[in-house]
Nanobody
Framework: QVQLVESGGGLVQPGGSLRLSCAAS????????MNWYRQAPGKQRELVAT???????DYADSVKGRFTVSRGNSQNAGYLQMNSLKPEDTAVYYC????????????????WGQGTQVTVSS
């Protein structure tokens, strides 16, 4: 059983920072791509940031220059550093990953975390 668990959300004032963490556990061989999505009330879920196993990153235009995605040394953890937060960043943030469960198969399985609330308000 594979689990992704996010943490680090909370209430922050505009201009502030938060660091989200995503911890993967279970029968994991390796994680390929790790993504961060967010969903604001009444809006569709959107891709915020991506990081590959090789460290290549990509960001939504709305967060470029403010957010930084990274992987932990163990490669089973991921982080989203969010700076200069704006009220429009308020959303539930989800960790998502493409995971290899076995060294004998190249099949990737996609998993989601339960989400963590980020609220930016004065």
């Amino acid at each position: 059983q594979v689990q992704l668990v996010e943490s680090g959300g909370g209430l922050v004032q505009p201009g502030g920072s938060l660091r989200l963490s995503c911890a993967a556990s279970g029968s994991i061989f390796s994680i390929n791509t790790m993504n961060w999505y967010r969903q604001a009330p009444g809006k569709q879920r959107e891709l915020v940031a991506t990081i590959t196993s090789g460290g290549t990153t990509d960001y939504a235009d709305s967060v470029k220059g403010r957010f930084t995605v990274s992987r932990g040394n163990s490669q089973n953890a991921g982080y989203l550093q969010m700076n200069s937060l704006k009220p429009e960043d308020t959303a539930v943030y989800y960790c998502n990953a493409d995971i290899y469960l076995s060294s004998r198969s190249r099949v990737q399985y996609n998993y989601w975390g339960q989400g963590t609330q980020v609220t930016v308000s004065s």
